[in-house]
């Protein structure tokens, strides 16, 4: 048995190996892809650079990327040094487009490879997003900060969000900041007091720097959602109580949502860059088109009143507190389809309706119907379908398997 897993753990890592070197060799303009890909030879590349620059390195790996074929590539790594795990950015691009300016920091210093157009630097470099100011100022974000509390880094996103902790002088975590775009900031402080004003029970907003990006949020202390049989209805239940008064949020009241267009263009999306990193999947991927745009092309009720939705609803966005559940992220929050929430809880666990049950529950037991279910189907299909980029982009070490296997269960979803 345990030579049998062992042949088959290795036979899943050459797919992967076999995989990211056919990405990489399609795509000649970007040539650090094929270093960024390869954990060995990314280690081999940049950890001697690293020390040339003075920067004492002892891994470089990759969590994170953001791929644009014959563009760039963008992606949060972690280097390992003596002082602990420190955020970076890897950044490539190709010959048409050329280098991106970086921001001025304190950290160490960037490294630049110009023959394989990849630089590394602190993710305080980074233009779009104010890291440093987060780090170094975010204490005065809350209303009770002290100059000296530090901010340690919990997740970073390139080009998009860095999360870190406020902690104060006792090293109790105070606020949850972030470094945001600067098209953001406002459509999530305003997301963050609509559903306040709601009564939809939300991680408190401590303060925000508009001019700098940065959004600061009280810090919640809770569990995360229960997965054993017994008490996962409970807690996914009690989520759904507290989703309810966002989906009764007052919309537009003569708006009425096409349910066949948006998932039909979410889905083309994904499908497409899902093509470019299987490309000997052609079947496959026609078969789940065809699948999702015959089960668009069904439903009974193509129309459905929007309401205000979460609009990324998983387990990492909920911590269950002794006053109950409460929301953490609302950036995606906008007005659509009923079933949104259920088919993005649903994807993120697994792809099973059934799992849906008792978040539709708490919905109804909150005074938010669900009403017709007939398209959740189609919309968990298209929730999979979006989440079957994240194993390539979070380096899953078998993501050819464990994306296919996203794309057959998106298509028994849209063929039921």
């Given amino acids: 048995m345990c030579a049998d897993r062992l042949l088959e753990t290795s036979a899943a890592a050459g797919t992967t ?41 002892r891994a470089v790996t990759v969590d994170y990327l953001r791929y644009k074929p014959g563009t760039s590539l963008m992606a949060s790594a972690q280097l390992l040094t003596p002082d602990g795990a420190e955020p970076a950015l890897l950044r490539a691009w190709s010959s048409r487009r050329g280098p991106s300016r970086l921001r001025r920091h304190d950290r160490w210093p960037a490294v630049e490879l110009p023959g394989l157009q990849l630089v590394l630097a602190p993710a305080e470099a980074e233009r779009r997003l104010q890291v440093q100011r987060a780090r170094t100022r975010g204490w005065r974000l809350h209303p009770e900060g002290e100059p000296g509390w530090p901010t340690v880094p919990l997740r970073y996103r390139p080009g998009r969000r860095w999360v870190g902790r406020l902690d104060d002088a006792t090293g109790t975590p105070r606020a949850a900041v972030k470094a945001l775009t600067a098209d953001a900031v406002g459509p999530v402080t305003a997301a963050l007091r609509r559903a306040h004003a709601a009564g939809v029970p939300v991680s408190p907003l401590a303060g925000t720097d508009v001019r700098h990006g940065l959004v600061a949020t009280r810090w919640v202390e809770g569990r ?45 999306q994904a499908l497409r860059a899902l093509t470019r990193l299987l490309p000997d999947d ?80 708490g919905l109804e037991a909150g005074g938010a119907p669900v009403g017709d279910l007939s398209a959740l189907g189609l919309l968990t299909a298209v929730a999979v379908l979006q989440r079957a980029v ?24 849209a063929a039921r």
């Fill in 282 to 361: 052609g079947a496959l991927l026609d078969r789940v088109r065809r699948a999702v745009g015959a089960a668009a092309g069904s439903l009974t009720r193509p129309t459905t009143r929007p309401v205000r939705v979460h609009g990324d609803l998983h387990a990492d966005q909920v911590l269950f507190t002794s006053g109950g559940a409460v929301l953490l992220d609302l950036d995606r929050s906008r007005p659509d389809d009923p079933l949104t929430d259920l088919a993005s809880w649903t994807a993120a666990d697994g792809g099973d309706l059934d799992r849906a049950e008792p978040l539709a529950a």
């Fill in 224 to 268: 995360p959602c229960s997965w054993t049989v017994s008490a996962y209805a409970a807690d996914v239940e009690q989520l759904g109580r507290a989703l309810a008064p966002l989906h009764t949020a007052p919309v537009d009241a003569d708006a009425v949502l096409d349910r066949r267009e948006a998932p039909l263009r979410r889905a083309d």
């Fill in 17 to 57: 190996r076999a995989a990211d070197r056919r990405l990489a060799g399609s795509d000649p303009q970007l040539p650090a892809l094929a270093v960024v890909l390869d954990p060995d030879r990314l280690g081999e590349t940049l950890l001697p650079a690293l020390a040339a620059a003075g920067v004492p390195a």
């Fill in 390 to 413: 994240e194993p390539f982009r979070h380096r899953h070490p078998h993501w050819p398997q464990e994306t296919r296997r996203r794309l057959r269960r998106a298509l028994e979803l």
